[in-house]
């Protein structure tokens, strides 16, 4: 029984006031408008909800479109908008879109738990494992009794060193190759130069050998 609209009174009777900071320098008229805008927004969300609960995820999405698109800019009450839309877009198997709208929410509110933890599923959707363990980290540093994220950390912890030894890998490779053909033009190559560590530093430094990969 998930829906879109659990916690989104979360900003609802706080939000009022956190317009960005701006609101010193608004004219009345202006801080008015603003308030008009929210709770156009506002009613928009409560919309899309009913949609929601009634499995209409497209069109409960596009009410979510319209509240985003009504919400004062950089007002953190947007992030409930973008994260119920994130939750249609879950619910549609849409992941790149979920991604999207879950970090534009966090942007707004970067302790969102809800959103942290619905941008780490599709992450782990997508095959992402090393982003969507940072994810459920962040969950679990900001709720240690979360128990979806604690298990989520343990099951992925293996699975994400792997997945970043092998993207250092692959960046390794690549940069060997951008080095060699830039180093061609001068009748050099990588194998030309080695790493040094320093035994009492433990940091690296590059020796350069004419001779190329010899010991």
């Known amino acids: ?23 010193e320098s608004l004219t009345e008229a202006e801080i008015l408008e ?14 899309g909800n009913q949609l929601f609960a009634a499995h209409n995820y497209a069109g409960a999405a596009a009410r979510y479109t319209e509240a985003i698109e009504e919400c ?14 994130a939750t249609c877009f879950f619910k549609m198997g849409d992941h790149d879109r979920v991604v999207q709208d879950c970090s534009a929410a966090l942007r707004l509110d970067p302790d969102y738990t809800k959103c942290l933890l619905r941008r780490a599923q599709a992450y ?3 095959k992402k494992l090393a982003d969507a ?28 060193k792997e997945e970043r030894e092998k993207q ?3 960046m390794m490779g690549k940069l060997k190759d951008l080095g060699n053909s830039v180093l061609g033009r001068f009748g050099m190559s990588l194998d030309n130069f080695k790493t040094v560590q320093d035994p009492n530093t433990g940091s690296y430094s590059i020796s350069y050998n004419p001779g190329g990969g010899g010991e």
């Open 168 to 170: 250092k890998e692959e």
């Open 72 to 85: 004062p800019e950089g007002h953190r009450e947007g992030a409930v908008f973008y994260n119920n839309r």
């Open 133 to 160: 363990y940072d994810d459920f980290q962040k969950v679990v540093k900001l709720d240690g009794s979360n128990s979806i994220a604690l298990a989520a950390s343990r099951r992925l912890e293996g699975p994400a």
């Open 124 to 126: 782990e959707m997508q």
């Open 34 to 47: 603003r308030e008009e805008r929210l709770e156009r927004a506002r009613g928009l969300k409560l919309a």
């Open 1 to 23: 029984g998930e829906r879109a609209g659990d916690g989104d009174g979360r900003k609802d009777g706080d939000g009022d006031g956190e317009a960005g900071g701006g609101e």
